[in-house]
Nanobody, 118 residues
């Protein structure tokens, strides 16, 4: 079992920055691939950034160059640094962790709200 807790969301003006954190407990974090997803009202939940157990990253085109995902296995935490935020980034952001060789072992956090508005 893995428990995930997101934090760092809030209200920010356009052009501002936020850093989201996903803290994991209950298992050995280094064996999990992790992704940040977001869901805006009336839209599907989509992957915005992912990082593998080996440190390989991938990003949605909409956030490439503005967002950076990273992980600190000593702290069992994954981060999402979000710069140059725009109103289109407004959504609930969720952390997801998947065991590297078992698709059945997938876990979600509760989500954190990010609102970009002037």
């Amino acid at each position: 079992q893995v428990q995930l807790v997101e934090s760092g969301g809030g209200l920010v003006q356009p052009g501002g920055s936020l850093r989201l954190s996903c803290a994991a407990s209950g298992s050995i974090f280094r064996f999990y691939n992790v992704g940040w997803y977001r869901q805006a009202p009336g839209k599907q939940r989509v992957l915005v950034a992912g990082i593998t157990i080996g440190g390989t990253t991938n990003y949605a085109d909409s956030v490439k160059g503005r967002f950076t995902i990273s992980r600190d296995n000593t702290k069992s935490t994954v981060y999402l640094q979000m710069n140059s935020l725009q109103p289109e980034d407004t959504a609930v952001y969720y952390c997801n962790a998947n065991y590297w060789q078992s698709s059945a072992q997938s876990y979600w956090g509760q989500g954190t709200q990010v609102t970009v508005s002037s």
